[in-house]
């Protein structure tokens, strides 16, 4: 369905996490191309760490070394890398247990790109990255090991060394949202010049947009009922400080208003009047966009403007507020 | 487990939406809605005389904050009620339900959950609960993590390379909404014919690394079972959460389950964070409506079954030998 009323949405986060003594030391160790772990009271070796030591809840003991070597555990093969994952071509994920260690770390495992290259056993060797910030993907992946061999150990690359405490760590997400069908009576009635509520079978309230609940009845406001593009100012702001995206340049106000025939007020904006003369109670009348720019958004109501009814008085706008 | 608060607390009404693949008309709180006034409806309640709700949801499914305030519509929130929620499976809604009702102060509890999948990309959506510092820089997903278990559970030779094979093909989800009516002692026994007792409920977690846990085995849901009593008495039904045939070979296990116990599969395509609330307000359905006198469900979250949570329901109020 691609009607206007679906459109991709990014959500975006971008987070930097604190490392925490445990965590930090051993991403420092991957900046220095060294694998590590930590040694509980009951004598087993965790890589990756744990600030806990998962079978008594007890705080971890020394760091120690582990690797470069290690064995394959469990594996999944992955056909179609994607552009993030730290191989190019297919690999298997799998978790490593590092000699040394007493649990297993996940990571990628270069086999060449054929799936008969990966088993459970199989001996492999971290490969390291050149370029080494303080990240799990300073390990750019391992790769098989005959296990006679000698391991190159990687050599710091950086002049920094010691624990990693900020680590970079956003998220990214694609979605794509859908009006769903209140909205979309809503939006599709501003394209046509109508302002479009739902009122609630129950308290009769009138809501803008329609709603699949009517907060204090809790059935559907949904029974269509077009409101005027008239109304009330509730409340408002002036807005002095400019921003990226303000619609105009300071001083300008903000206001809630109560359409003639709804019960809740729509936020937009005011003008033809000085903001310092915006007061509650002031009636006012929708200035639309010229009838070819109509479209389904707010933004088909330009702004609204004063239409020189009298003001009405507080106690007609107090349960709305 | 019961006994706490010496207090009995039973599941007298269930409702879940028949599941949609992606629903593009209702928002949120319709989905809620109707699942609520059904489940208060078969209750025989007024939404003004719950005593207490708790709700279930993931902002991250529909990559908007806070999503579940809007969603409070659905059960009327005004004037103001009695409330809380988890970024949770609605089967841990439950459980704090649970426990909120053996306070002692209120009588009568409405737990819903609702998700909705179809917005975005899940396997990465899920990836968002893996270990930020060693797992999530990898960008390895939730459906490669699962993967990683059923290989592990094959190699134990517990598992088919059909099992393994079944995790490729992806996770099916749906999107949807359920809701569970509980309520204690005699107001149980009013509202319902046959309320289905709680007679245990609780709920374990293993480490977030997975390389620390033996994926063939899942500890956590042996020690929920064992402190909910699930080993007391066999249960005539049984309906586990596994989002993957290899997963409900480790639950079988775990929970001794045997050929003697009805086995009820998952359906096809499971809500997000409304499946666990669904395995246990089934068992509930079960015993309400005389189709079994001992029924256990089961609710898991997080990858390779990290979290599970086990209640075991009886027609019996008073714990029989
Ligand atoms: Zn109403």
């Not at chain 1, 991957?30 to 990756?48: C, H, I």
């Amino acid at each position: 369905m691609d009607d206007g009323f679906e459109a991709p949405y990014r959500l975006e986060y971008t987070y930097r996490r604190s490392t925490g003594a445990v965590i930090g030391r051993f991403l420092g160790a991957l900046r220095d191309g060294r694998l590590e772990g930590v040694r509980t009271a009951g004598g087993r070796v965790l890589s990756p760490p744990l600030e806990y030591d998962p079978e008594s809840g007890e705080d971890v003991g020394a760091p120690v070394d582990v690797g470069p070597g290690g064995v394959v555990t469990t594996w999944t093969w992955v056909a179609a890398p994607r552009p993030d994952h730290p191989v190019a071509r297919p690999f298997a994920w799998a978790l490593v247990r590092l000699d040394g260690a007493d649990t297993a770390m996940l990571h990628a495992v270069d086999v060449g790109g054929e799936p008969g290259g990966i088993r459970t056993g199989l001996r492999v060797r971290a490969r390291w990255r050149a370029e080494r910030t303080g990240t799990i993907r300073d390990l750019e992946c391992f790769v098989p090991h005959d296990g006679a061999t000698p391991i190159d150990v990687a050599r710091p690359t950086t002049e920094v060394s010691g624990p990693v405490a900020l680590l970079p760590s956003p998220v990214r997400l694609d979605y794509t949202i859908i009006a769903g069908r209140h909205l979309r009576t809503y939006l599709s009635g501003l394209a046509k010049k109508r302002i479009v509520g739902g009122r609630c079978p129950r308290c009769r309230k009138v809501y803008l947009p329609p709603r699949g609940a009517c907060p204090t009845c809790g059935v559907p406001a949904d029974h269509e009922v077009e409101v005027r593009d008239t109304g009330t100012i509730t409340t408002f702001c002036i807005i002095r400080i400019p921003f990226d995206a303000a619609p105009f340049p300071p001083p300008y106000a903000a206001v809630a208003v109560l359409l003639d025939g709804a019960d809740m007020p729509i936020f937009h904006l005011v003008r033809g009047i000085p903001p310092e003369e915006v007061r509650m109670g002031m009636r006012v009348r929708a200035t639309w966009v010229p009838d070819a720019e109509l479209a389904p958004t707010l933004a088909s109501i330009r702004w609204f403007e004063p239409s020189g009814e009298a003001d009405l008085p507080y106690e007609s706008i107090e349960a709305h507020l | 487990m019961s006994g706490i608060a010496g207090r009995d607390i039973a599941i007298v009404a269930f409702v879940e939406l028949p599941p949609v693949s992606r629903d593009t008309e209702r928002e949120e709180v319709e989905l809620v809605q109707p699942v609520v006034s059904e489940a208060l409806a078969r209750a025989g309640l007024e939404r003004r005389d719950v005593g207490f709700v708790c709700s279930g949801s993931c902002d991250y499914l529909l990559g908007r904050p806070f999503s579940f305030v809007a969603a409070l519509d659905g059960v009327a929130p005004w004037p103001p009620i009695l409330e809380s929620h988890v970024e949770m499976d609605g089967a841990w809604a439950l459980y704090e339900a649970w426990v909120r009702l053996l306070c002692g102060d209120v009588d009568t509890a409405l737990v819903y959950a609702y998700g909705k999948s179809s917005l975005g990309d899940l396997p990465r959506v899920l990836a968002q609960q893996l270990d930020p510092y060693t797992l999530a820089p990898l960008g390895v997903d939730a459906d490669a993590i699962a993967g990683l278990q059923a290989r592990a559970l094959c190699d134990a030779g517990r598992a088919t390379e059909r099992d393994v094979a079944k995790v490729a093909e992806g996770r099916r989800v749906s999107d949807g909404a359920a809701a569970v009516v509980l309520a204690a002692g005699a107001t149980a026994e009013r509202l319902a014919k046959r309320p289905a007792w709680i007679r245990g409920i609780d709920h374990r977690i293993e480490p977030h690394q997975l390389g620390a846990r033996d994926l063939t085995r899942s500890s956590s849901t042996r020690l929920a079972a064992e402190h909910a009593g699930a080993f007391a008495r066999r249960p005539d039904v049984a309906f586990l959460h596994a989002g993957f045939p290899h997963e409900e070979i480790i639950l079988r296990d775990a929970l001794a389950i045997d050929d003697a116990v009805t086995r009820v599969p998952s359906p096809r395509a499971d809500p997000m964070i409304v499946a666990g609330l669904t395995r246990i307000g089934h068992a509930a359905a079960t015993v309400l409506d005389g189709g079994a006198d001992r029924a256990l469900a089961h609710a898991t979250s997080g990858p390779c079954l990290q979290q599970n949570l086990v209640c075991v329901l009886d027609a019996s109020r008073e714990a029989t030998s």
